[in-house]
């Protein structure tokens, strides 16, 4: 293991001098297909008529008498030329599906609460994003989403055949599937970002584990009075706390929630970790940043995304992000600031393994209060399968946002000039691999990938559905609990950690935490016996 964790290390130098040098370029495109240049040689409306025969035979099963409007639900922020793309597709759609769409997001800003009122109040939607931190398995078990299974054959037979059937099984709940799961194979695993000028500049340790990263943010803080050392924002649970747990230990997958305590090598074994020794040490550490200054005092306000300091050069370090949205970072930071680089180190460094994405991971469903299920996921088909539609939602206009060199996909303009970055929709689940266009600097992604496939376990957690229907009063009231207790002390602003976790673990059982655990462990230790998890 030590000597794959050296080859890494050595990768991942090496991928950092080629990301400084890459700049705003692209990356590799599929070289099977058609240029994308080829592709949109023609506008998207002027094609719609010429593929309308070769559309035919995947909606000829459908009912297109009536014109429909589709809404479709994201989650994040819009990007600024939403309204021409969103114009673009719907030539296409009126044309070929006689329907329209209404691209909707959530933003950033208390997206959880949000989600939860899109699919609880009985307001219509169509088409919505889905993945294990947005709670599909819990949300699917509960009867939010229609299941797929007879929809698929007749709405979106050519989607039915593209999505392999082991990625099909996987997502399925109680034996039917609920989601469309993407297709593109990736990790998501966290690693810490941080800005490698400043870390050459001032002679800085390389963050391999939280005492390194520590020490970087203590020289950041020391040496550049005018950055703040950490980016982070409210979502201190999932941001801070969640991530810190990642790369200090084994913890499985997850988030898991309710304080639930599994180790990856230990699954059999449920314990709390609030209230736990573990935590208690945790929050010191967290307490101690926040006293040093790394963060915002005023953290549970702060409403920015954790990239966004990082791009215009307010804050230096990011505790944890994926492979794919550091790449996503770097390129936005160097489109403006091409003198500045930035660094990468996988927790699987110090973890020893990492796990790839579970098909659960990116999806899109058709929640139960949709008016137009078929025609939803006839035009999900499209979305995934069609060129026009996949590539025009993931990068844009041609020649307007971004141009295709040398097979790279390259930016137009910088992030503050271009309304429409790439992956500008936050369309992670209608990737399709035939279709995708990368910038040069994803080179050092898939470097990352082919090491971490040499370490990789499977995810052992994602597979696991949680009925809550036995305590559901229960949990709303911890989620409360959490969110009024807990957050102060994941933001390390609680002067005495152990009466705050006192009080918080009193309100928390009050709240039922105990009947919570009980059943959850019940249900996860069936879960392990039945897959044979060891």
Not at 72 to 84: E, R, V
Not at 122 to 136: C, H, K, N, S
Not at 139 to 144: C, D, M, T, V, W
Not at 423 to 438: H, I, S
């Amino acid at each position: 293991m030590k000597k794959k964790g050296k080859l890494l290390s050595s990768v991942l130098a090496s991928f950092m001098i080629v990301s400084a040098l890459a700049g705003c370029s692209g990356s590799d495109g599929n070289n099977s297909s058609p240029s994308a240049s080829q592709a949109s040689n023609a506008s998207p409306s002027e094609s719609a008529s010429a593929s309308a025969s070769s559309s035919a035979s995947s909606s000829a099963g459908l009912d297109t008498s009536k014109k429909v409007e589709l809404q479709f639900y994201m989650l994040g922020d819009a990007p600024k030329d939403l309204p021409t793309i969103q114009a673009e597709i719907n030539k296409m759609a009126e044309a070929e599906l006689n329907a329209t769409v209404k691209f909707n997001f959530t933003s950033w800003t208390d997206w959880d609460q949000k989600y939860k009122l899109l699919l609880s109040s009985g307001q219509p939607v169509d088409l919505i994003f889905t993945a294990e931190w947005t709670q599909y398995q819990s949300y699917a078990k509960s009867g939010a989403f229609l299941p797929l299974d007879e929809l698929l054959p007749a709405a979106a037979p050519k989607l039915q055949q593209f999505v392999p059937q082991d990625m099909w099984d996987a997502v399925r709940i109680d034996g039917k599937i609920y989601t469309v799961p993407a297709t593109y194979k990736e990790y998501v695993n966290n690693g810490f970002v941080y800005r490698e000028d400043l870390r050459e500049k001032h002679n800085l340790p390389v963050p391999k584990d939280i005492a390194s990263f520590e020490a970087y943010l203590d020289g950041i803080k020391a040496n550049e009075p005018g950055i703040q050392p950490l980016s982070m924002n409210s979502d201190v649970r999932q941001n801070l706390m969640d991530v810190f747990r990642e790369v200090n230990d084994d913890t499985i997958g997850g988030p898991l929630p309710y304080g639930v305590g599994i180790k990856y090598n230990k699954p059999g074994e449920f314990y709390s970790y609030w209230g736990s020794d573990e935590q208690k040490k945790d929050l010191e550490t967290i307490q101690r940043w926040q006293q040093k200054g790394f963060f915002a005092k005023n953290v549970l306000n702060v409403k920015d995304t954790l990239q966004d300091p990082i791009t215009s050069g307010k804050a230096a370090a990011i505790l944890g992000d994926n492979p794919t949205r550091y790449n996503d970072t770097l390129r936005k930071m160097q489109s403006t600031h091409p003198d500045w680089k930035l660094g990468y180190t996988p927790y699987a460094e110090t973890r020893g393994f990492a796990t790839p994405v579970h098909p659960i991971h990116n999806g899109f469903a058709i929640p139960q209060s949709s008016k137009n299920p078929e025609r939803a996921l006839a035009f999900y088909e499209k979305m995934v399968t069609d060129k026009r539609y996949n590539q025009l939602t993931q990068y844009g206009i041609e020649g307007k946002n971004y141009t295709v060199e040398d097979g790279y996909y390259t930016m137009v303009g910088d992030s503050t000039s271009n309304g429409f970055l790439r992956e500008g929709m936050q369309g992670w689940a209608w990737r399709n691999p035939e279709y995708m266009l990368f910038d040069k600097s994803y080179d050092g992604v898939k470097a990352i990938f082919d090491q971490l496939d040499k370490i990789a376990k499977p995810d052992l957690f994602t597979g696991f559905v949680e009925d809550y229907s036995s305590y559901q009063p229960e949990r709303a009231a911890l989620e409360q609990v959490e969110k009024q207790y807990f957050y102060p002390l994941y933001a390390g602003l609680v002067k005495d950690i152990d009466e705050g976790v006192q009080t918080a673990m009193d309100k928390a059982k009050s709240a039922g935490l105990e009947k919570i655990h009980a059943s959850y462990k019940q249900q996860w230790l069936d879960y392990v016996a039945k897959n044979g998890i060891k």
